[in-house]
Structure formats: structure tokens, C-alpha cells
């Protein structure tokens, strides 16, 4: 391609309202313009990305027996009322009226549309399995669309759903589904860790995520480096290390009066002792029924959805107007000494078990008990492990430490069970006669997101370093000087690098060289060749790795087996 030719260019400034490296970069370099917000067109540099990163998805679900196909944006309402995700997804659905009163949204998912094509098809075990997929575009309203590519309103996805006779053939297809997932973040350069996480609220299904990690994530997750194994920060399992002084004698319990502010960090300055001597009460207000507390050191947080799994019920924090009525002070509740009246069940965290001698509140303003100990001054409902993993926890399996990171989610896969097929009777009649439900799985990677997601991860000040299995071209020629030797040399290379199936970006313009060379580095093509009058005196051009500060000389002759050999690395 004629860089003079190509629609987009590159911006001499950054979009003002990028808020992230991707959003800068992709615009910047003539790969992304936006439309509106989280609403973007992909310009055709960009396509080339999003049409390779798609050819790797299409190569990997063909090796697992994906079938591609396409389904339609615009579903009837109907369908989505019929799994009463029309209520549940609400929020995110863009709905449209069609002539008469006929009422459509612009799909989030296709669950609800591959449900009942499936079931005009599959009749029999002997349809199954089947897995079908399409990379498409996907709709929804998300509240705050953000970085780029990263969180759109409308944005690309490849969705697989695969349809099976039993669970454990779902088990087995889903864990060669992971593997080929692994395999195209792999192909795009990528380092995707394996989340195990919940099929969604209160089910007993599960689900894998997979994450990048990227300051600009919005996902926390917490690795173990070691084992490889990734959690995410709400229900990840680690050890925290014991504090030394559990072999402390009991003091006896003393009461106190104090000013003191109410954060653990006050409260432990006050009192001159560490963060962990303080014990934390976090009272909640669980569906349908009272408050509920959950006593834990002071240094550590209660991770709300592990509380929600083990309650097996919402929860939200207690309004503070309830616990004021209640006769409660802020601040200042524990579980030692609860006020007449006040029913309130205390769970502990696993951690309290080896502190001695806490500090805690009196349930009064400015009176707090020092010296506190389990089961001699309080006592507690149950005790389980509701303690937020952070970095330094030791890995639960290999007791190494844990790291947290920021991830961006490029990658969710999940086992439906016969939710959908029995919403929408896919059922088939099995071997001993006997209709059944389909077991479905789905399996969802974000194409557009993965695309930001690169930029994210392969950039420098200068601009984007693109992994050559994604890069929009290989090799990017630029010429220095107007003479006709140069030129001549440089459409040479051009057309040679072609022949031999080299993908290439030559920059023809007539512009100085510092603007070239500056546009080179910020579209970010793996290899580039500047043909010069220096170069040529010797037979040659410079070579410059877009990943390396180095450029050396090469000759001619020698360069096409050495670009061969770039490419295959
Ligand atoms: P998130 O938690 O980030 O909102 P999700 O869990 O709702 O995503 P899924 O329904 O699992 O998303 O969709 C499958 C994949 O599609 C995600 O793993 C992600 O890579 C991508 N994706 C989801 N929402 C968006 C979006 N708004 N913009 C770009 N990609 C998205
Ligand atoms: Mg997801």
C-alpha cells in the first residue's frame, strides 16, 4: 500500500478527549476515528488488525469443529422475553420500534437467537454435539463506555455456542474450547491468565474469564506467578500470614474512653497499636432478612461477594439511619457487649482466630474495650473465609506470594446447562427414546477489545509496537530523498518485498524525514526499511526493528531471506 493513497493518516496531535493509550494511539495513527461515544469506525488500517486478530479466532474455533455462520443485530423482543433477559439485561439493551408496534433490540448476545435455530436443526443424539460461531457486531448500552476500544457501545465479538447430549460432553468440549482460547491470545502475543469464575449470581455453574494484565483494566485479579493460577480479587482464596503475637498471654479486658477518629487507621494510632489489633466490624443488610456482621482484622477487607456465596443471599451495606435507630454508633459497633434488643448474628473471618488482645469499639460513642478476646469476651455465629486477597497473601497452594494486577477481561467462557434450551424446547430424543434438553455451552472473545487491549500492552512514548501476526503491514519503507535513485530504489524494494508475499506500507510521500520517521514509529509496523542515497552507496538499506533502538545497514541481496526470517520468528 502507497502511504499517499491510504485513507487515514496520522494526526500531528492526539485526540483530546483520549482517555486511555489505546484510544490515543489507534486515532492518532489513523487506525480508529471515533463516531460518538464508544461508537467507532475502524479506518483501513485498523481493519487489517481486526481482520487478522478474526482470522486467527476463525482458524482456532475451525480446529475445535466451529462452524461459522452469522446471525442477525435485530431480534424480535419476543425472544428476549421468553428467557426474561429483556428484564434482567435491561439496562444495557438498545430497543427499537418497527412500523405497527413490533418491538426489537439490537442484540447484546445471541443466546436467545441461537437457541431456537438450533432447535429447527437438532432432532436427534445423532445431531449432537454441534458447535456453531460468528463474529459479529454486538450492541449495548453500557453505562460508561471508556478506553477506547476497550469498553464500546457498539463493539465486535466472536461468540461460539455449542450444543451437547450430556455434561460431561460439555466438560470435555469446553476444555478444548479453553485451550484454543489460550491459543489465539497467544497468536496475537498476548499473556491471558485463566479465571475461574462464577457462572453468574447463585448458579452452580461456572465460568472461566480470560485476562490481560493492563494498568488501564478494570478487572483485579490476583496471581500466582509460580503455579500460574489466577483468581479474581472478589473470590480469591490466599493466606495471609499469621501476626506474631499469638502467642501473647490474654490481658484482661479493659474499658476505655478515648477521641478518636474512625477510620482503623485513627483508631490504631490512638490506641498505639498495630492495624491488625483492631477488630473490624462490617455490618450488612442481607434480602429478607436483619443485619448481619462480619467481624475481621482491621487490616484486612471483607470481599462482599464471597459473603454473598456463603449467605446464598444479596446484600448491601446496613443503611446507617437503621443502625443510629437501632441505638448503634458508628464506628464504634462490636460484637462484645451488643446493646439490649439489638439482634445482630456475627460471622468471623478466619483471620481473627490468631490475634490476641484486640481493640475494639464499646458500642458507645468514644468507649472502646482494649485487650478483647475471642471466645473468652466474645463470641461468634460461624466462622469462614470472607478475607479480600491482596498482594502479599500467600498462594493457597504453593505459599508463595500473591500479586494483584489490573486485567482487561478479553474473554469469557461458560457452561449454560439446559437454562436456554429448555426456554426454548431444544430438546433431542436420545438413544433410549427419551427427549432431553441440549447441554450449551457459550464462549464469548471480545475482537475489538483484544485489538485495544495489544495497544495497551505493545506501545512505547513513541506510538504502537504491533505483534507481526497482527500488525496491519510487516514491513514499513520509508524513502529519504527526492532523487530519482532513491525513489527508484525504494519502489524496487516495494514491489520485490510483494512478489515474495511480504505485506508492505510504503511511505511515498514528499515530506521531510523527521515526519516520516516520526509516523513510522506511531503506526507501529514491526520492521522498517528507510531507503536513502547513503543507503544505496552501499548497496543496502537500514534495517530497524520497531521493537529494538538499533538500526544496522543490510545488503540487498541479503534481504529478503533475512525479512523471511523476521517474519517466521
Ligand atoms: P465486561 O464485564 O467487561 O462488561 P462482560 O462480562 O459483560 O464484559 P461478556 O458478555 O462475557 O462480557 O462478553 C464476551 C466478551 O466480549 C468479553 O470477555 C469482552 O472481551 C467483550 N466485551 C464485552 N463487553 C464489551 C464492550 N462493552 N466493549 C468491548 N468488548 C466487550
Ligand atoms: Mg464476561
Known amino acids: 500500500m502507497l502511504y499517499s493513497k491510504l485513507f487515514g493518516r496520522t494526526r500531528h496531535n492526539p485526540p483530546c478527549d483520549a482517555d486511555s493509550v489505546n484510544a490515543k494511539f489507534l486515532t492518532q495513527a489513523g487506525f480508529i476515528e471515533k463516531l460518538a461515544a464508544g461508537i467507532y469506525n475502524l479506518l483501513p488500517l485498523g481493519f487489517r488488525v481486526f481482520d487478522k486478530i478474526n482470522n486467527i479466532i476463525e482458524e482456532e474455533m475451525n480446529a475445535v469443529e466451529g462452524q461459522r455462520l452469522l446471525m442477525p443485530a435485530l431480534h424480535p423482543i419476543d425472544i428476549w422475553k421468553t428467557t426474561g433477559r429483556d428484564k434482567t439485561m435491561d439496562e444495557i439493551l438498545y430497543r427499537t420500534h418497527a412500523s405497527g408496534d413490533k418491538e426489537f433490540v439490537f442484540g447484546p448476545s445471541h443466546e436467545e437467537a441461537v437457541t431456537p435455530l438450533a432447535a429447527k436443526y437438532i432432532n436427534s443424539y445423532k445431531d449432537l454435539p454441534l458447535s456453531v460461531y460468528q463474529i459479529q457486531t454486538k450492541f449495548r448500552d453500557e453505562p460508561r ?23 460431561e460432553d460439555l466438560d470435555e468440549y469446553y476444555e478444548r474450547v479453553k485451550q484454543a482460547y489460550l491459543n489465539v491470545y497467544e497468536r496475537c502475543n498476548l499473556k491471558a491468565h485463566v479465571i475461574e469464575a462464577s457462572g453468574g449470581p447463585f448458579t452452580d455453574k461456572f465460568s472461566h474469564e480470560f485476562s490481560v494484565e493492563s494498568e488501564v483494566g478494570e478487572d483485579t485479579i490476583i496471581v500466582c506467578e509460580k503455579c500460574g493460577i489466577a483468581q479474581n480479587l472478589e473470590i480469591a482464596e490466599g493466606k495471609v500470614a499469621d501476626p506474631d503475637d499469638k502467642e501473647e498471654k490474654e490481658l484482661p479486658m479493659e474499658l476505655v474512653e478515648i477521641e478518636r477518629g474512625f477510620t482503623v487507621a485513627d483508631n490504631a494510632k490512638a490506641h498505639g497499636v498495630p492495624e491488625h489489633k483492631i477488630l473490624k466490624s462490617v455490618v450488612y443488610s442481607v434480602e429478607d ?46 460484637p462484645v457487649n451488643m446493646p439490649e434488643g439489638v439482634n445482630i448474628s456475627f460471622i468471623g473471618d478466619h483471620s481473627i482466630k490468631n490475634v490476641k488482645n484486640f481493640v475494639t469499639g464499646a458500642n458507645e460513642h468514644a468507649k472502646d474495650y482494649k485487650n478483647v478476646n475471642m471466645a473468652r469476651d466474645f463470641v461468634v455465629k460461624d466462622f469462614t473465609d470472607l478475607v479480600e486477597v491482596k498482594s502479599g497473601f500467600a498462594c493457597a497452594k504453593c505459599e508463595k506470594p500473591l500479586k494483584e494486577m489490573h486485567a482487561v477481561e478479553v474473554g469469557n467462557i461458560f457452561q449454560l446447562g439446559t437454562r436456554y434450551s429448555e426456554a426454548f424446547s431444544l430438546n433431542y430424543t436420545d438413544k433410549d427414546g427419551k427427549s432431553k434438553p441440549c447441554v450449551m455451552g457459550c464462549y464469548g472473545i471480545g475482537n475489538t477489545r483484544l485489538m485495544g487491549t495489544a495497544v495497551e500492552v505493545f506501545h512505547d512514548e513513541k506510538g504502537i509496537i504491533w505483534p507481526t501476526n497482527i500488525a496491519p503491514y510487516h514491513v514499513h519503507i520509508v524513502s529519504l530523498g527526492k532523487d530519482d535513485a532513491v525513489k527508484d530504489g525504494a519502489e524496487k524494494l516495494y514491489t520485490d518485498l510483494q512478489k515474495s508475499g511480504v505485506e508492505v506500507l510504503y511511505d511515498d510521500r514528499d515530506v521531510s524525514p523527521g515526519v516520516k520517521l516520526n509516523d513510522a514509529d506511531l503506526i507501529g509496523i514491526p520492521l522498517r526499511l528507510v531507503v536513502s542515497n547513503r543507503t544505496l552507496e552501499k548497496d543496502g538499506v537500514e534495517w ?14 541479503e534481504l529478503s531471506d533475512k525479512v523471511k526470517k523476521f517474519l517466521s520468528k
Open 145 to 167: 463506555a471508556k478506553s477506547g476500544l476497550l469498553r464500546g457501545r457498539e463493539f465486535g465479538m466472536k461468540d461460539m455456542y455449542s450444543f451437547h447430549t450430556s455434561e
Open 544 to 557: 530497524k526493528e520497531r521493537a529494538s533502538d538499533k538500526a544496522s545497514d543490510v545488503k540487498l541481496s
Open 289 to 334: 432478612e436483619g443485619l448481619i456482621a462480619v467481624v475481621i482484622r482491621g487490616d484486612l477487607n471483607v470481599s462482599d461477594v464471597k459473603l454473598e456465596n456463603y449467605l446464598k443471599k444479596r446484600l448491601r451495606p446496613a443503611d446507617p439511619k437503621v443502625l443510629k435507630e437501632m441505638g448503634l454508633v458508628q464506628g464504634y459497633i462490636s
